[in-house]
């Protein structure tokens, strides 16, 4: 019951994500979605296991306060508040959250689960999840959106990871904290080089290249 | 041996880091570029059983890709010293140490035999490569230093979730950790259909962006553009190989599953994608990096077009790997040296190549020559044999497709490299101190002479070692070529 409820609460943030044009508004949501995820392990009954409880531990964590400070303290530093004109605009955007999300379920369909699996939305909430996260990438220009776009991303794969953490620890445990903390960190490092050399952490600036 | 081979870089790396004199930092390159080679040589030199168990070890396949990767590393080594001498402004002590860090996590990808380890090492190698393109430090290159990490991130992702997905389709079979290759060869036909399918198509997507498979390849002319021609040649033949070796274990894998069919349209559809979005962004290619970033993405959609044809075309693919990142060295590096000698990589400045710096001139029209299939150079050999795989197995489609793909490209480029090579200096050139000297040119002829030597005879051992590696990308477990120790 409880694991279905925040499934649910997910997949809603993934409307909230696309919807919202204030940048800290769409931190907020990421990192109530990752704190809400990292919770998943514990409502699944995997708490008898230590390396789940740390897994657990180590995503609210790294989620819900070593990423918000990182986030936080790039937002004071450039001052934005609003993603002015994304590229794609934000009612269109939800109209596409809504159709990935009624194909990953579509999707998740045809994808057979093992025989006595209790949670049948995990897939089609990682699919659509993992949409979402590919949507902001794709649809704005602050870089900071692009990062949270990314992290969305990361609990997509993380939910499905939730599927095979019992019978797999390391190969899931290891891909999704490195996946997770590397990337960020390695992208909160470059966010600061744009700032510095722009004054702005805005894509836009970023479009010299080109053919 | 399994492990000196990444520890030894991955210790240098630390060296480097910590060495404070530059000229001193900048041999530490060729002397660990030499030193993996030689132990590397050694290890495949002493053939042994490698037990199924095994977490590490070089197999055919993983050693064939190590080899090229190290003799590439070796090549822009010897380069290093004195280019970075000509760039006294920039301090290099970030670039050496991801320099020789990439080369020991390309060892231990080389020589994963997990897909879990290999992610990992393909994870790290993109964040070891992310600051070799922000060496010049300029708003360019951080441009396009985002591009890359925002984009190879995504590919990076989508790759995990398709190991998972095959990991899940493993699970569903009643199959459980550890899942190396080996088992996953071996119970092929246990694995679930879709999960394998969904999980392939994944991982395609994921490495297929590392490789700078079209139309995900979006990073790469940014990318090759902004950094010096040695990391662009690094980044060409080494970091696109590290992904392309990650992908084919996958393929394996699919194809001992008897799914293989399946894969190989796939991969024959993303190589001829890969093929003619190349060709149409090189047409009127004006800067000389992104033409050669538009040829990798060509030769990476090559790569894919022969591994989905199959047989014959299979082991050219993998030759021409080699013949590939030989002579993407020559041209990165004989490009680096013209933009030196011009201070632009851009047309109309950089026009007479061949009177201004006459000897990078010769080289990187030789280079050119080679690339786009000039005999008796290797790369004519590769694509020969997969054009002519391709045809003999009933692709008549797809085959000459190929060759007509092939012959626009050469149009394409030649326009560009006439004029660079060709014509007299334009007046107005800026004046720089670079002139060719044995140090910035001696690398380029061994790499290009390599690539004629191996255009004309394969060394017997070499010969071996790619007929298996074929067959394990096939799918077919070879026990007897495995190496440890």
Known sequence: MLPDLLIALTMLSNFSLVATSRVSKAIQFAVLQGVLLGLMPLAMGLGRHFHIVLLAIAAVTVKGWFIPFLFRRALRQVHIQREVDPYIGYTVSLMLCALGTGLSLVLAHNLPLKAGTEYTLLVPASLATLFTGFLLLVSRRKALTQVVGYLVLENGIYLFGLLLVEDMPALVEAGILLDLFVGIFVMGIVINHIRVAFDSTDTRHLAELKD | MVWLLILVPLLAAVVAFAVSSPALRA????????????????????????????????????????????????????????????????????????????????????????????????????????????????????????????????????????????????????????????????????????????????????????????????????????????????????????????????????????????????????????????????????????????????????????????????????????????????????????????????????????????????????????????????????????ASGALSTGHLLGGSAFLILLGGIFLAMSETVVQVVFGTPSAQRVRTPYKDAPATTAPLIVALGLALVLGIWMPRPLQAMLDHASTTVDGVLTARMEVQR
């Open chain 2, 27 to 386: 041999w530490i390159l060729p002397a660990v570029g030499l030193l993996h080679l030689g132990i590397l040589l050694v290890a495949l030199a002493g053939w042994r059983t490698l037990p199924a168990t095994a977490w590490f070890g070089l197999d055919a396949l993983g050693g064939w890709v190590l080899l090229v990767i190290s003799v590439l590393f070796c090549i822009c080594a010897f380069y290093a010293p004195a280019y970075l001498a000509l760039r006294p402004e920039r301090d290099h002590r970030v670039l050496s140490t991801c320099l020789l860090g990439f080369l020991g996590l390309a060892s231990l990808l080389a020589q994963a035999r997990h897909p879990g380890i290999a992610w990992v090492a393909m994870e790290t190698t993109t964040l070891v490569s992310a600051p070799l393109i922000y060496f010049n430090h300029n708003r360019r290159s951080l441009e396009a230093t985002w591009k890359y990490l925002v984009i190879g991130s995504v590919g990076i992702a989508l790759a995990l979730l398709g190991t998972l997905f095959i990991a899940y389709a493993a699970h569903m079979g009643g199959l459980e950790e550890p899942l190396r290759y080996t088992r996953l060869m071996e119970n092929g036909a246990l694995l679930s259909r879709p999960w394998l399918r969904a999980g392939f198509v994944l991982t395609l997507v994921g490495y297929g962006t590392k490789m700078g498979l079209a139309p995900l390849h979006t990073w790469k002319p940014d990318a090759y553009g902004e950094t010096p021609g040695l990391v662009g040649a690094l980044l060409a033949g080494g970091v696109t190989s590290c992904a392309f070796l990650a992908l084919l274990r996958i393929y394996a894998v699919v194809a001992a599953a008897g799914e293989g069919a399946f894969a190989r349209e796939l991969l024959v559809a993303f190589g001829m994608l890969s093929m003619a979005w190349a060709l149409v962004f090189m047409v009127r290619q004006t800067d000389i990096k992104r033409l050669l970033a538009y040829s990798s993405v060509e030769h990476m959609g090559i790569l894919v077009f022969g591994i989905g044809i199959g047989g014959l075309a299979a082991k050219f693919a993998l030759f021409h790997l080699a013949a590939n990142a030989l002579v993407k060295s020559v041209l990165f590096l004989s490009a680096g040296n013209i933009h030196r000698s011009y201070a632009s990589k851009q047309l109309p400045f950089v026009t007479g190549a061949l009177r201004r710096t006459p000897v990078s001139g010769w080289l990187f029209l030789l280079g050119f020559l080679a690339i786009t299939g000039m005999p008796p150079f290797a790369p004519f050999l590769s694509e020969f044999n997969i």
